[in-house]
């Protein structure tokens, strides 16, 4: 027969027996959770790239400044925060030319000029127009659906700017040189989309990794470009009669 100091015994050295073996991965936990903020689901990346254009022969770009790359998540992605920004009217010229915006936000046109001006929109995703006023007075449009807005005065025919509005907070305008950066990009599959008011827009699928892409070019097409002169905001030509004019 065991006696009970026999057995007390024996049951000490089995319960340390179970805390040598228990204590590797008790200490293991800490160090799984301090692995956590690393791993892939937390992980963002910077995609960069080069956007070039293709020009009648013999031309220069000298705008590319002037496009806009935007990332659109294939799985909904994040939702851009709404803002107000301006494009200020001075010296008969939208300043600036190409003003980019989330979806959602509104654009104040303060007029700078010792004249009246008359911004409209009538062939973007949507319309608006904001009537005429003068110097010191500012007054908002709101674009809620995204897409290219060209921006107009009813009153200056050589007028233009460009609202472009994404549904994406990963946007970025190029450098002078073509080249342009997106930082804080979760990695996925994303469409890519270029815009430049002279090479039109350009889409293409593009995955991005943990650490991001550093390989994506783009190359838009204005060799057929042309200007052509734009009707006023009753569709009518314009005129060089009324008091405000060039």
Known sequence: MVSLSTAFASGLRVLGAIRVRLRPAVLLLPA??????????????????QVSIVERPGARTTDLADAVVWL??????????????????????????????????????????????????????????LGLYGRGDTKDARVERAGVYPVFCNIHAKMVAFIVAVPTPYV????????????????????????????????SEVTVAADGRSDVTVQLDASGYRPMPHKNKFGQEYTNTGRDRY
Do not use: C
């Open 32 to 49: 799984i959770a301090a692995a956590a903020p690393g791993s892939v689901v937390g992980a963002q990346g910077t995609v960069s790239g």
């Open 72 to 129: 659109e998540s294939s799985g909904g992605g994040a939702n851009p925060a709404q803002s107000r920004a301006q494009i200020v009217m001075e010296s008969r010229e939208f300043v600036p030319r190409v003003r980019v915006v989330s979806t959602g936000s509104s654009v104040g046109f303060p007029n700078q000029d010792p004249f009246r001006h008359n911004v409209f929109s009538k062939s973007g995703p949507g319309e608006f127009d």
């Open 172 to 203: 970025a305008q190029p450098n002078p040189d073509g080249r342009f950066t997106i930082g804080g990009v979760p990695p996925g599959s994303y469409t890519l989309h270029a815009w430049h008011d002279r090479g039109g827009e350009r889409s």
